[in-house]
């Protein structure tokens, strides 16, 4: 029975993420370092691409991780944080973009493109229905035809 309840406590712990902040980089101030984690949480590691630096074993991300929370003893703003980061490493660098004129056109695009497919369509069974132009059959047609279907 013992073994059971080890075993389930095991698997239920398992799949817990390890988070990659060393001890060696947590700042004494619980208010400080709960700051950090959180903007550690919000930048991706430009190794790993799609991990936060606070989930990653990168060098690049641990030097990041110092960075923020060197800015943030210094008494920067979450915002003035984020904001140096960005400077430094560029847009790429936060996991969730800012809005702005060109995420919008981003995520605006594939329908853009469906409107534009759609019209390009349109206008072209429009021209080829006009293109066809409708004869009337011959009369050695219409004989022909009129053999054909038994009348």
């Known amino acids: 029975m013992l073994a059971r309840i080890v075993l389930g406590l095991f698997l239920l712990l398992a799949p817990v993420p390890a988070f990659a902040v060393n001890p060696d980089e947590v700042l004494k101030d619980p208010v400080l370092e709960e ?12 190794v790993c691409q799609n991990q936060s630096i606070d989930d990653s074993n990168a060098e690049l991300a641990k030097d990041l991780r110092l960075l923020v929370r060197e800015r943030i003893v210094r008494g920067d703003s979450d915002r003035q944080v984020i904001d140096y980061v960005v400077s430094r490493y560029g847009e790429f660098v936060l996991l969730k973009p800012r809005l702005s004129g060109k995420t919008m056109l981003l995520w605006a695009m594939p329908a853009l493109l469906l409107v534009l497919g759609a019209v390009a369509l349109a206008l072209t069974l429009r021209r080829r229905r ?10 050695g047609e219409k004989a022909r035809l009129d053999a054909l279907l038994g009348e």
Do not use: F, I, K
């Open 35 to 46: 700051r950090a984690r959180a903007l550690s949480g919000q930048l991706r590691c430009m």
């Open 130 to 139: 006009a293109s066809v132009v409708e004869q009337p059959l011959t009369d």
